[in-house]
């Protein structure tokens, strides 16, 4: 079997979360085989594999430390000794608040690590194989707060706007080999992290659509992007906000 003809697998980061999750799920009903990663969490991940595993799908658990080095590459190592991977979902991500002024080192540095160089350490193992197979997918899980700011989220927004350009000028370098890269920026969505810091009378005033979005809501747009229909959508990024910008 060449690259051409092997079967379509998608890693998704921080899929023990609940839009990693929603999107693998989403992807399954594409008929995406997949791979679920986690750094913490990867009992959920290793529950969810196995969930969808009853349901006839191919999926597997894997974990390494996305801000290190040694260990992405790894694991990145052993998943393409099985063959190509076309597909990636960035889906792993973090904040650590804080006023710039105040904002400690470690904080500035570990946001930015997960959120935007581990596109690297990520991405550049899986070009040269997607290129081959003539055929990719990479979705990047960007933010409204990269467009419309947010006190107390520098490092975050200045992440978030990266992958934008990241990802416009890798659309760029890849667009010839069937490789699609876009970002897609969620606002609000109902998350244990989104429900810690929006009650429903901040959502309100926030958000136009006077509701938060759902985790299904941001996979189904991930999964479309990553489909066959989607091939002529690159270098974009597609927000999904309730308008609020």
Not at 10 to 37: D, F, K, N, P, R
Not at 146 to 153: H, I, T
Not at 182 to 207: C, H, K, W
Not at 212 to 227: I, K, M, N, R
């Amino acid at each position: 079997m060449n690259e051409r003809d092997a079967p379509r697998r998608v890693l998704i980061t921080g899929a023990s979360g609940a839009l990693g999750a929603a999107c693998a799920e989403a992807l399954a009903a594409q008929g995406w085989s997949l791979l679920l990663h986690a750094h913490h969490g990867v009992g959920q991940t290793q529950a969810l594999a196995e969930s969808l595993r009853k349901t006839g799908v191919r999926a597997e658990a894997v974990s390494c430390d996305l801000m290190d080095n040694a260990s992405t590459g790894r694991m990145l190592e052993r998943i393409l000794d099985e063959g190509p991977v076309t597909g990636l979902v960035h889906a792993a991500g973090a904040h650590d608040d804080a006023p710039l002024a105040g904002m400690r080192a470690e904080q500035w540095s570990r946001v930015i690590e997960l959120n935007l160089n581990a596109i690297y350490r990520l991405g550049q193992p899986l070009l040269l194989p997607m290129a081959r197979a003539r055929f990719g997918r990479i979705v990047l899980l960007g933010s409204v707060t990269a467009r419309l700011g947010n006190r107390g989220q520098v490092n975050y927004a200045a992440a978030k706007a990266g992958l934008e350009g990241a990802a416009r000028a890798l659309a760029r370098e890849m667009a010839s080999r069937g490789v699609t890269v876009n970002v897609v920026a969620p606002g609000i969505i109902v998350s244990p992290m989104a429900q810690a810091a929006f009650d429903d009378a901040d959502v309100r005033a926030l958000v136009p659509a006077q509701r938060a979005g759902t985790p299904l809501e941001v996979a189904s747009l991930v999964a479309f992007l990553c489909s066959d229909a989607a091939g002529y959508i690159n270098g974009q990024t597609i927000g999904i906000n309730g308008g609020m910008g």
